[in-house]
């Protein structure tokens, strides 16, 4: 992909995992191959223990690899061992604000120590540029010399992102950055999510568990489950025509506000399988309402969907996924 | 057994709290003036921001209240016995065979060192006369009833053995083993995956059918109230600020917090709707503003708002409002549209 800014091809993060005396290795992340374009937000969806995380850890080098490789803007992407100059290029926004930001400095003094370890700006430019920051991500500069337990949640966010966007980032990494906030506070962040993609350029990396934030702040989407993505494409390919049984069931998953009368939410059943002990062939398989023996056979590769425009790729790992009947949203009668 | 055919199975009236606050003898409000009802067999939501007062609310009807914190006036009847007045050991019969709760977190409210069977074993004899064989077998009834699969297996396990939505299945069945008529649920899906969580909601709704128990149930998530509750209770900083039956809630608020709400929830089948957030921050307890608490957010606050009592008005058609500028909200959502 010429356009591509960040590449994985064929990545797979491995966790050793320790019944009694033995260990196995368990795959996090299983054969990932994905790409994000320059400038684009990209949405990873999919429930706990998918490996999104896993996935967003490894981009910023807090994991290392066990197979694959990565390649960012055209070089080749290390796992943790990376100089200081690329890790200024690659930064990251967690999911808890109140955890990620030092509790005993002022907002300032941790501004200013990214700015001193990194030394690509000029001291006497370094106040300046907190508030130039604080302005991009809407908050008083008063608040500079706040701790963070002095601010809300909404706050502390912003402060975690303007902490981000201190070294002009060209790729961000949020990882779950509003599953933590008040639905009231939450549509700001994604808002300024938009703002600061469009206005700075930054590619954005948007880990979510939820498929409404995903809907409304990404290009495009890759669902995860169980370490594999078994569905990728655009946001409006992905949502309006989702080609994977799990996306699916992702989608009738959830609960509407204003749902038709006497319509509940639809569920696929059981739960997913662990890591240690996965179904042979497909791993959805085991809560599938379309599988057959042939998806317990032979695990399934992401399949270029036929209708997809020439353009716009849009793939689904299921074997059937170019059989299945037009999505029209399921709700089971009460 | 209800009083009267047309009394609400609980009524709470003008319920106060206080919060005495760390290290001074200063007392802080953090419910006021609450009123709300739940008749037989229905289902209300209590929705609101974090430190709303919603869980307080939950925790102050079952007498649960972390030391430091008391109602200080109002009353909550629960089939016409005032519970703030009672004896303590009223109170302790009425839990578990009337009054009960599901938390959000199974991990945290389970016993980590007890199997799960015995949990739900010990919930059950402890308002009922049974032999253990006779407990036992009711524990696996209800197991198989809450959709646990191979429930004599998972009976003998421990809480940390299950998963987060077998866990919570777990937690249900201890919760019913005395068949209440009120069930307080506490976000008991927030800390689930969404699949999980639409497998709780089908059990939630499966069981309020077929056992005919009320429900009070807290959340933040206005879209499972739409699933699961016929009304619902708005909070904000401590006051309930609109309640209605939820449709009619959603389809035109009545109170500019509850559109905002509204406004802000992300929805997966609408693109084309703008997000937008509420501006500010929710106020925190001790820090809650002068006259309407909304007002420091909210667009329609005229100067009458920064001061005075704002209380829960009946505004027709059974929904009720603490808002004084309910005509400017509804124009204003007639000129936008709401979603």
């Known amino acids: ?285 085991s809560r599938c309402p379309f599988a057959t023996e042939k998806c317990a056979n032979e695990e399934p590769e992401l399949i270029e969907i036929s209708s997809s425009a020439p353009d716009a790729s849009h793939q689904a790992a299921c074997h059937y996924a170019n059989e299945l009947e037009a999505y029209v949203g399921r709700s089971v009668a009460r | 057994m209800t009083t009267s055919s047309t009394a609400p199975l609980l009524e709470v009236e003008n319920l106060c709290v206080e919060v005495t606050v760390v290290g001074g003898k200063k007392t802080e409000p953090a419910l006021r003036d609450v009123s709300f009802s739940v008749a037989a067999g229905e289902a209300v939501g209590l929705v609101g921001e974090s430190g709303s007062g919603k869980s307080l609310t939950l925790r102050t009807l079952l007498g649960i209240l972390p030391a430091g914190i008391k109602a200080t006036s109002g009353r909550v009847l629960f089939e016409g016995v005032d519970l703030l007045k009672a004896p303590k050991r009223t109170v302790n019969a009425l839990r578990g065979t009337g009054i009960t709760m599901i938390f959000q977190e199974p991990m945290t409210s389970l016993n980590p060192i007890a199997k799960v069977g015995e949990q739900i074993i010990d919930a059950a004899r402890a308002k009922h006369s049974w032999s253990k064989a006779d407990a036992r077998d009711h524990a696996l009834r209800l197991a198989k009833q809450m959709g646990i699969p191979d429930p004599e297996n998972v009976l003998s396990l421990y809480p940390h053995e299950l998963s987060g939505g077998l866990r919570q299945r777990v937690m249900i069945a201890a919760a019913l083993a005395c068949q209440p008529k009120l069930v307080l649920c506490d976000e ?105 608490a909304f007002h420091p957010r909210c667009d329609y606050a005229s100067d009458e708002c920064r001061s005075g009592e704002f209380p829960l008005q009946d505004v027709g058609e059974g929904r009720k409002s603490a808002c004084i500028h309910i005509d400017a909200l509804h124009r204003a959502i007639e000129n936008a549209g709401v979603r």
């Not at chain 1, 591509?4 to 091809?9: A, D, G, Q, V």
């Not at chain 1, 540029?129 to 949640?153: K, N, W, Y």
């Not at chain 2, 703008?274 to 925190?284: E, K, Q, S, V, W």
Request: hydrophobic share 40%.
């Open chain 2, 188 to 292: 008991p899906t927030t800390a689930l995956d969404v699949t999980i969580q639409a497998q709780i909601i089908q059990l939630l709704a499966k069981l309020k059918d077929e056992l005919g128990m009320s429900m009070l149930y807290v959340t933040h998530d206005l879209a499972v109230v739409a699933q699961l509750c016929q009304r619902l209770e708005v909070m904000y900083a401590g006051s309930i600020v609109e309640s209605g039956s939820v449709a009619e809630v959603f389809r035109k608020p009545n109170h500019p917090y509850t559109q905002g709400l509204v406004n802000a929830t992300p929805d997966v089948d609408d693109v084309v709707t703008d997000l937008a957030g509420i501006r500010g921050n929710a106020p925190t307890l001790g820090n809650w503003p002068e006259g309407c």
């Open chain 1, 1 to 285: 992909m010429s356009d591509s800014i960040l590449e994985l091809n064929d990545v797979t993060v491995s966790f050793m995992a320790r019944r009694g005396k033995t260990k196995t290795p368990i795959h996090a992340a299983d054969h990932v191959t994905l790409f994000v374009r320059r400038g684009e937000i990209f949405g990873l969806v999919g429930e706990s223990g998918s490996g999104k995380s896993t996935l967003a850890r490894l981009v910023v080098g807090l994991n290392s690899a066990a197979g694959g490789s990565m390649v960012f803007d055209g070089e080749p992407l290390a796992g943790r061992k990376r100089s200081r100059s690329l890790r200024q290029r690659i930064q990251m926004v967690f999911q808890d604000p109140y955890s990620s930001l030092d509790p005993r400095m002022t907002v300032r003094q941790q501004l200013m120590e990214i700015l001193r370890v990194h030394d690509s700006v000029p001291s006497s430019e370094r106040d300046a540029l907190c508030e130039t920051i604080f302005r991009r991500v809407e908050l008083p500069s008063s608040l500079l010399d706040a701790r963070p337990r002095q601010m809300s949640g909404g706050q502390r966010q912003r402060v975690a992102i303007a902490r981000a966007l201190l070294l002009s980032p060209e790729l961000l990494v949020a990882d779950e950055p509003v599953s933590a906030l008040d639905v009231s506070v939450q549509a700001g962040i994604i808002k300024l999510f938009a703002d600061l993609r469009s206005r700075l350029g930054v590619t954005i990396f948007f880990i979510a568990h939820d498929l409404a934030v995903v809907r409304h702040l990404c290009d495009r989407v890759a669902v995860m489950y169980m370490g594999k993505i078994v569905e990728e494409g655009t946001t409006s390919d992905l949502f309006s025509n989702p080609r994977h049984p799990y996306t699916r069931a992702l989608l009738d998953s959830i609960p509407r506000l204003h749902p038709d009368a006497h319509e509940l939410v639809s569920a696929p059943e059981g739960e997913p399988p662990s890591l240690t002990r996965l179904p042979s062939g497909c791993r959805f398989r």
